[in-house]
């Protein structure tokens, strides 16, 4: 699967479109059928999201991937972070004490309610096309899905 085109890619850039998800709280899982455990728990929050790209992907190919999560491959396009411009980490630093450049957990409640509201999570949407099931991946820079969310 790495070195092999298995899949279609759209590439959405100016076109995004927001979705919301649900994450699971505990991330960096290697399997699908891991997050839908810990989302099925109740362990999970929901987060507004805007689609970079769509990689269509047959049964196969997402049984692989569903599988591999943590596992660089050619499929991840490194899409995921924020879509924050530069002005709006200006305005938030100097607001927040120069907040973007601790940890997100060391922000406080206020910073953190701000980001929340302001940013979107750039991600790829994965479908199957011979299922319909879908997920997203946040892959923050990365050739691997760090996080996965699951359709609200």
Do not use: C, I
């Not at 790495?2 to 995004?16: A, G, P, R």
Request: charged content about 30%; hydrophobic content about 35%.
């Amino acid at each position: 699967m790495k070195n092999e085109k298995q899949y279609t890619k759209v590439k959405l850039n100016h076109d995004s479109v927001e979705t919301r998800v649900k994450f699971a709280d505990l991330n960096k899982n290697n399997t699908l059928e891991d997050y839908k455990a810990e989302v099925e728990k109740g362990d999970f929050s929901y987060q507004d999201v805007l689609v970079r790209q769509v990689v269509y992907v047959s049964q196969g190919v997402f049984d692989y991937l569903a599988g591999e999560f943590l596992e660089d491959n050619d499929v991840w396009d490194k899409v995921g972070g924020s879509n924050l411009t530069k002005e709006d980490l200006v305005a938030f630093d100097a607001k927040f004490e120069h907040a973007s450049t601790k940890d997100f957990w060391e922000w406080g409640a206020e910073a953190q309610t701000w980001f929340r509201k302001h940013s979107k999570t750039e991600v790829s949407k994965v479908v199957n096309v011979d299922s319909g099931e879908v997920f997203y991946a946040n892959t923050e820079g990365y050739k691997y899905a760090r996080y996965v969310g699951l359709p609200a």
